[in-house]
C-alpha cells in the first residue's frame, strides 16, 4: 500500500501552464493528504482572482514564487473559500503560510477592518503591489509582515508613544535624583572640607587633607596584603602614594554617635603633638562616615614582633633594649606633663610601641586616648580600653583612670623587653602566667636576674643596669596606683638622675622597702646640673614647655623638683 502523499516539492523543475492544476488539485487522495506544495521558481502562469480555498482544503503551506502569476488577490473570497485563515474561523482549515512574492500581482482587494483578523502568513514581496508608493494596511502585512487596521495601528502607536514617554520620564527623574544626589555629596564634601580647615585655621595646625581615592590607590582599595594590623581603634593599611613616599593609613572604627567636631579635635590634638618617641601624625581624610589618620611609615615593625613573637622576631643587645624602655618613659612623660591637654594613654602594649630603622621606639594609637582632664587628677569611666595582662587593677576591676594606669602598663612592657616574654604564658605553672606575677615571684626568691631573656648576652657593667631596670619596672607595676612613680620620676631614675627602689606590698602596706643602689652595692654619685634644649620637641599647644630646664644643689641633697624639672627637660 502507497504511503500518503503529505510533502509535494517541485521547485526549480520548468513547469509551465496555468495555476491551479484543477485535474491535479481536485484528485480525491491527493486533496486529502497533501499539506505542503512547493511550485516555486518555474513559468506557471494564470490569474488569482478566481482561485477557490475548496479546491486545496488540506492545503497547509504553499509556495508559488518566482512565476508568472498575476492580476488581484480578493482576501474576502479566499477567506469565504477556506483558503486563508482568520482569527474567527476554525484554525484547522485553509492556508497557515501562503507566498507569492515575485509574481505579477497588482491589487490586493479587502474589506475594511478585516486585515487584523488575518493569521495566515502572505508574502507579496517583489510583486507591482508591494512596489507603489501608497503604504496602507494591506502594503504593511503582505508586504511587511505587520498585519493591522490603521485604527488598531494608530492606538499601538499611542501606546508606543506613551511608553517611550513614561520611560523617558523615568530616566529624567532618575537622572535628577542621580543629579542631585551628586550635587549634595560635592555640598557636603565642601561643607567637610570647609569645616576641617576652619577647625585648623583655629588652632593654628596644618595636617593634609588626603583624597579618599588617593589613599585607596595608595592602599590598593586597602588590600589585606597591604594590611600591617589592627587594633582597638582601627586597621593599619600600608600606602604608598604617587610620590613614592610610604605611609601608614589607619582606618579608623568609627561609631555612629562619633561626629565631624569629635574626629577634628582628635586630628588638631594629634597633629599637636611633637615628639621624637611618638608617631607624627601626616594628614587625615573624611569620606562620608569613613575616618581615616595618615601617620608616619614606621619601619621595623613594633616591640611584639621583632621582640617576642613573629617571623621578624630579633635577638636586641641590651643597649637597644634599655633605649627602648628609656624612649617610651619619655613619651608617656610627654603625654601625662607636657601635652596641653593632657593624655592618658591607656593601651601602652608592645604591639602599640614601633620601631623605626635604629630602633628608635615611638608610641602609637596616643592621639585616639581618653583625654585628660585639666580640673581632675583621676576619672571614672564605665567603658575600659586596653588589653589583658597590662591593665592596672584598679582600671580593670573599678574603671578608676589616672596617669598611673599608664605607668602599670609601661612596668610590664619593661618586663617583656627584659624577658622576652610576652605578659601572659599560659603554658607555665598558674603562679607564673602573667609576667608581672612571676618578677614578683622571684623578687621574693631573690633570684630578679633569672627574669633576664637567657638569650641576651650581658656584660658585667651591664647586669648592675638591668638590674636598675627590672626595680623600676616593679615599682611601676604594683597593684596600689598610689605607690607608683609618675613617669616624670621613671625617666629621672632612668637616667640615673634618682635611686630607684623596690617596694614589696602587703594589703596596701609597705612590708619591706629595699634600695636599689644598695643592693647592687652602688654608691651615690653627686650630680651635675644639666642644660638641655629641643625645640623641635615641643608642643605647639605648649609654648612654654620649650624653656630651658636647671637642677640645682640644695647643700649636698637634690631636691624633688629639681628631679622632676631636669627629666621633663630630657623627655622633650
Not at 477557490?52 to 512565476?67: H, K, T
Not at 643596669?465 to 611601676?476: G, K, M, P, S, T
Not at 629621672?492 to 634618682?498: E, K, V
Not at 623638683?561 to 622633650?572: F, K, N, P, V
Amino acid at each position: 500500500m502507497l504511503t500518503p502523499l503529505r510533502n509535494l516539492k517541485l521547485a526549480n523543475t520548468n513547469l509551465t501552464g496555468n495555476f491551479p492544476f484543477t485535474s491535479f488539485i481536485n484528485a480525491s487522495i491527493v486533496n486529502s493528504r497533501l499539506s505542503v506544495l512547493d511550485l516555486s521558481g518555474n513559468h506557471l502562469t494564470g490569474s488569482v482572482t478566481n482561485w477557490n480555498g475548496s479546491d486545496m482544503i488540506s492545503l497547509e503551506e504553499l509556495y508559488l514564487d518566482g512565476n508568472d502569476i498575476g492580476g488581484t488577490l480578493d482576501i474576502a473570497q479566499l477567506i469565504a473559500s477556506g483558503l486563508i485563515r482568520t482569527a474567527s474561523t476554525n484554525e484547522s482549515y485553509g492556508l497557515r503560510t501562503l507566498s507569492i512574492m515575485n509574481n505579477g500581482i497588482t491589487d490586493v482587494k479587502y474589506p475594511d477592518g478585516s486585515i487584523a483578523g488575518i493569521t495566515t502568513v502572505m508574502r507579496l514581496q517583489g510583486s507591482p503591489y508591494c512596489n507603489k508608493k501608497e503604504e496602507d494596511d494591506g502594503t504593511r502585512c503582505f508586504c511587511e509582515q505587520f498585519c493591522s487596521n490603521q485604527g488598531s495601528l494608530s492606538n499601538k502607536k499611542v501606546v508606543i508613544i506613551a511608553a517611550v514617554t513614561s520611560s523617558l520620564s523615568i530616566l529624567v527623574i532618575i537622572a535628577v535624583v542621580v543629579a542631585a544626589y551628586f550635587y549634595r555629596t560635592r555640598r557636603y564634601k565642601q561643607y567637610l572640607l570647609l569645616q576641617v580647615q576652619q577647625k585648623f585655621e583655629e588652632f593654628d595646625v596644618k595636617p593634609t587633607i588626603f583624597p579618599y581615592n588617593e589613599l585607596r590607590v595608595a592602599t590598593r582599595d586597602f588590600h589585606p596584603d597591604m594590611k600591617l594590623g589592627e587594633g582597638g581603634y582601627g586597621a593599619v593599611f600600608k600606602g604608598i602614594l604617587p610620590n613614592n613616599s610610604v605611609v601608614a593609613v589607619k582606618q579608623l572604627f568609627v561609631k555612629n554617635t562619633q561626629g565631624i567636631d569629635d574626629f577634628l579635635n582628635e586630628v588638631v590634638l594629634i597633629t599637636g603633638m611633637k615628639h621624637r618617641n611618638l608617631v607624627n601624625l601626616k594628614g587625615c581624610c573624611l569620606r562620608e562616615h569613613q575616618r581615616l589618620l595618615i601617620y608616619e611609615y614606621v619601619d621595623n615593625y613594633d616591640v611584639d614582633q621583632v621582640l617576642l613573637r613573629g617571623e621578624n622576631k630579633t635577638t636586641l643587645s641590651w643597649a637597644v633594649r634599655q633605649n627602648i624602655c628609656l624612649g617610651v618613659a619619655r613619651g608617656l612623660h610627654y603625654l601625662h606633663s607636657l601635652a596641653k591637654p593632657r593624655i592618658i594613654h591607656r593601651d601602652i602594649k608592645a604591639s602599640n610601641i614601633l620601631l623605626d630603622k635604629n630602633f628608635e621606639p615611638k608610641i602609637a594609637d596616643f592621639g585616639l586616648a581618653l583625654l585628660f582632664p585639666d580640673e581632675k587628677s583621676h576619672i571614672m569611666t564605665v567603658h575600659v580600653a586596653g588589653t589583658k595582662g597590662y591593665l592596672a587593677p584598679e582600671y580593670a576591676s573599678l574603671g578608676q583612670l589616672s596617669e598611673k594606669v599608664d605607668v602599670f602598663s609601661f612596668g610590664v612592657l619593661c618586663l617583656e623587653v627584659l624577658s622576652g616574654r610576652r605578659n601572659i604564658d599560659e603554658t607555665v605553672p598558674l603562679d607564673e602566667i602573667y609576667l608581672s606575677q612571676r618578677a614578683w615571684k622571684l623578687h621574693g626568691e631573690s633570684k630578679l636576674m633569672d627574669l633576664v631573656d637567657p638569650t641576651l648576652i650581658l656584660r658585667d657593667d651591664e647586669k648592675a643596669e638591668v638590674q636598675r631596670l627590672i626595680n623600676i619596672a616593679l615599682l611601676c607595676s604594683q597593684d596600689v596606683a598610689d605607690q607608683r612613680p609618675t613617669m616624670a620620676k621613671v625617666v629621672a631614675m632612668l637616667q640615673h638622675d634618682t635611686d630607684s627602689e623596690v617596694v614589696v606590698l602587703n594589703s596596701g602596706k609597705k612590708e619591706r622597702q629595699l634600695d636599689s643602689l644598695q643592693l647592687l652595692g652602688l654608691g651615690k654619685e653627686e650630680l651635675t646640673t644639666v642644660l638641655e634644649t629641643d625645640e623641635a620637641e615641643t608642643s605647639a599647644f605648649n609654648p612654654c614647655a620649650s624653656r630651658r630646664g636647671s637642677v640645682h644643689r640644695d647643700g649636698d641633697l637634690i631636691t624633688v623638683e629639681g628631679l622632676i624639672q631636669l627629666s621633663e627637660t630630657r623627655a622633650r
